[in-house]
C-alpha cells in the first residue's frame, strides 16, 4: 500500500516570502510517479508537476521548484516570492508503475498568502 | 475548452434519492477516473475505467455506487438512495493511457444530500 504524509495542514505567510511545502511518501514499488496538483478556491485541481522515481533531478519552473529526495522519501515544493495568487490547497499524490491505477493522494497543504 | 469537463456543478438531493453524475474526458484520453474529495475522508479513489472496461472498482464505498462509460468516452456515476455521507464533491480525471501517465482533473460536482 502507499501512502503519502503531508504534515502541515496550513500555512500562512506574507506576500513575497518563500515557502516550502513538504510531502514525505511510503511504497514498496522502486518504480512510481510523484505529483504535486493545485487546488485553487474554484474547487479544480491543477497539475503541476509529474516526477519519476529514477529522476532526482530537481526541477524549477518560473517561481516554483521541486526537490526530490528519494533516500528520504521526500517531494518538497517551493514557491519562490509567494504572491496572493498562489493561495491554494496543495496536494502531493503517488501512483507506481505497477500497482494500479489510482492516486494516493497526501491531505492537502492550505496556503493562505497574505498582501 | 478542452478540457475535463462534469455536470452538474451543484447538486442538492433529498436522502434517498438517487443521482447520476456525469464526466466527458479529454479527448483521446483512454482512461477515466473518479474520486470522492470530502472533509474528513481527503481525495479518495472510488473507480477506474480503461476504455469501456471497469478494471478496478476496488474504491466504491458500497453497492449503492456504480459507474458506467460508454463509447470510451463519457461516464456516469450513479449513486442510489443517496445518504447524508455522500455529500462530497465528486471529482473526474481522465489520462491518456492508463498507469503512471498524468491525471487531469474536471471541475467537480458539489453534492449535498439534505
Redo the contacts between chains.
Keep these: 500500500a502507499q501512502k503519502v504524509t503531508q504534515a502541515q495542514t496550513e500555512i500562512s505567510v506574507v506576500e513575497k516570502e518563500d515557502v516550502t511545502l513538504d510531502c514525505v511518501y511510503e511504497t514498496r514499488d522502486t518504480t512510481y510517479y510523484l505529483f504535486w496538483y493545485k487546488q485553487p478556491p474554484s474547487g479544480e485541481l491543477v497539475f503541476l508537476i509529474r516526477r519519476n522515481s529514477f529522476d532526482e533531478q530537481n526541477e524549477i519552473s518560473g517561481r516554483y521548484s521541486w526537490n526530490f529526495q528519494k533516500s528520504t522519501s521526500s517531494f518538497n515544493f517551493t514557491i519562490t516570492a509567494s504572491q496572493v495568487v498562489d493561495s491554494a490547497v496543495y496536494f502531493c499524490a503517488l501512483i507506481p508503475l505497477n500497482a494500479g491505477n489510482m492516486l494516493t493522494f497526501g491531505g492537502g497543504t492550505r496556503l493562505m498568502v497574505k498582501p | 475548452g478542452a478540457g475535463v469537463s462534469q455536470s452538474p456543478s451543484n447538486k442538492v438531493t433529498e436522502k434517498g434519492k438517487d443521482v447520476e453524475l456525469r464526466c466527458d474526458p479529454i479527448s483521446g484520453h483512454t482512461?477515466l477516473?473518479w474520486?470522492r474529495q470530502s472533509l474528513g475522508q481527503?481525495?479518495e479513489?472510488l473507480i477506474?475505467f480503461?476504455g469501456n472496461s471497469a478494471?478496478?472498482k476496488s474504491?466504491l464505498p458500497s453497492d449503492r455506487f456504480s459507474a458506467e462509460r460508454t463509447g470510451g468516452s463519457v461516464s456516469t456515476l450513479t449513486i442510489q438512495r443517496t445518504q447524508q455521507e455522500d455529500s462530497a464533491?465528486y471529482?473526474c480525471?481522465s489520462s491518456l493511457s492508463?498507469?503512471?501517465e498524468?491525471?487531469?482533473?474536471?471541475?467537480?460536482t458539489?453534492l449535498l444530500v439534505l
Excluded: K, N
Design positions: 482512461a477516473y474520486y481527503g481525495l479513489f477506474y480503461q478494471p478496478d474504491g464533491v471529482l480525471a492508463s498507469g503512471e498524468t491525471q487531469y482533473f474536471g471541475p467537480g458539489r
